[in-house]
């Protein structure tokens, strides 16, 4: 069948869109309002750039409710700094629970029982409980609409990528020590690790690019 985006409501293009584009990985992030008040919010439409520089990226939604920016987006506007937390299996109710639309100003992590580790070189604190934290500085920032359903982009330069010592060694994150998560469609989610397989990347032909 054929769908055109265009002719949905856009609650139902975000559930076409969520569940075609999937696993996706999970940016925990932790922002600092003006005030030094932190902030902590998951989202699943995430990922990486490029390397050299390091930037990363993730795309916060407006809020479905009434249509206005979420506090995370807010917050980096303000401070032009974020930090990402990869989420692991152990913490991924915690995590969850920040999820839950509180009023601007509230700690995600009190509300949800999660410790702030300090970052060294960004003001927002890193969740303790995660393993692999990504500190960024906001590179750029694009936004696409602003009614319910539109969102922004937001792209992250890495200045420090804080890992937990046992899971680093020869210049690898050990992913089965790490254990993340991803999210699937609804209210599912997904153990990156609990099937793998391998596939090797064929060389190409002798004389072509």
Not at 83 to 102: C, G, K, L, R
């Amino acid at each position: 069948m054929e769908i055109k985006p265009d002719s949905l409501a856009w609650k139902d293009a975000y559930k076409l869109l969520i569940g075609s584009v999937l696993p996706r990985p999970i940016a925990f992030v932790s922002t600092v309002d003006a005030e030094g008040n932190a902030n902590l919010a998951p989202f699943s439409f995430f990922t990486g750039i490029c390397a050299d520089p390091m930037l990363i990226c993730f795309a916060p939604m407006l809020r479905g409710t009434d249509g206005e920016k979420k506090d995370t987006l807010r917050n980096i506007e303000a401070t032009k700094e974020f930090v990402i937390n990869v989420v692991s299996e152990d913490f991924a109710e915690q995590m969850n629970n920040t999820a839950i639309e509180y009023q601007y100003g509230v700690d995600e992590f009190e509300a949800a029982g999660l410790t702030k580790a300090a970052s060294t070189s960004v003001k927002p604190p890193r969740v303790k409980e995660s393993r692999v934290h990504l500190e960024c500085e906001l590179h750029e920032l694009l936004h696409f609409g602003n009614e319910p359903g539109a969102g922004s982009l937001v792209i992250g330069k890495v200045k420090v990528v804080q890992v937990n010592d046992d899971l680093y060694e020869s210049g690898r994150i050990d992913t089965e020590k790490l254990n993340p998560i991803g999210r699937m469609a609804g209210q599912n989610y997904t153990k990156a690790i609990a099937e793998t397989f391998t596939l090797e990347r064929k060389k190409s032909p002798e004389g072509l690019k």
